[in-house]
């Protein structure tokens, strides 16, 4: 089945350790996405990628990494300049057309916690 | 930059409708969609509006006014199974690309018997 594979689910992290997040699409989509949600908050935007090789900063990407050197995979690093590091992270990916319906599909997340 | 509001929470009735708001500030917009996610799930695709009017996919209609930068979600026939928390979603192109996607703040609905 075609879908989005995020490891580890859990993870936990002593303060100053990098850490990566996996994220893993066999969808055959060019658009991929991280996403961070706090207790009761909405999901703010980290990075972002369009295309292979090519990724934006969101709107909260300051601490974080990413890379895009394959279609399949955009894994996250979470570096020791996150000041809250802990948190729920979701990957998305959604096909690239400029229309048509904006069907972003998600991952089941990783949950980080900073001991 | 851009930005999107809803209400915080909303409560309900089991078999009752419910609408849930979304207000939206941004630029070069590609369309709103609506997502759900319950308690510790990921969010999961509900609807799309890429044009004004109204959009129907089961119990769950949503709808678009561009000029007035505001959407709604209607949520009919409630179940108990309806409680969840509601994001409303834009694709726009502010992010110097066209795929960047924000998330609104998210309503959380409890549906009561």
């Known amino acids: 089945d075609g879908g989005i594979t995020q490891s580890p689910k859990y993870l936990f992290r002593k303060e100053g350790q990098n850490v990566t997040l996996s994220c893993e699409q066999n969808?055959?989509?060019?658009?991929m996405y991280w996403y961070r949600q706090d207790p009761g908050q909405g999901l703010r935007l980290i990075y972002y990628s369009q295309i292979v090789n090519d990724f934006q900063k969101g709107d909260i990407a300051e601490g974080y990494s990413v890379s895009r050197e394959k279609k399949e995979s955009f894994p996250l690093t979470v570096t020791s300049a996150q000041k809250n590091p802990t948190a729920f992270y979701l990957c998305?990916?959604?096909?690239?057309?400029?229309?048509?319906?904006?069907?972003?599909?998600f991952g089941a997340g990783s949950r980080l916690t900073v001991l | 930059g851009q930005s999107l509001e809803q209400p915080s929470e909303v409560t309900a009735v089991e078999g009752a409708i419910v609408q849930i708001n979304c207000t939206y500030q941004?630029?070069?917009?590609?369309?709103l969609s609506w997502y759900q996610q319950h308690d510790g799930g990921a969010p999961t695709f509900l609807s799309y509006n890429g044009l004004d009017g109204l959009e129907e996919t089961g119990r769950f209609s949503s709808f678009l006014s561009r000029s007035d930068s505001y959407g709604y979600l209607l949520l009919q026939e409630l179940q108990m199974k309806d409680s969840a928390s509601y994001f409303c979603a834009v694709r726009d192109s502010s992010g110097g690309g066209y795929q960047k996607v924000t998330f609104g703040t998210g309503t959380k609905l409890q549906v009561i018997p």
């Open positions: 941004t630029s070069g917009f590609y369309g």
């Open positions: 998305a990916s959604k096909q690239g057309a400029l229309s048509g319906a904006n069907v972003l599909t």
């Open positions: 969808l055959n989509h060019d658009a």
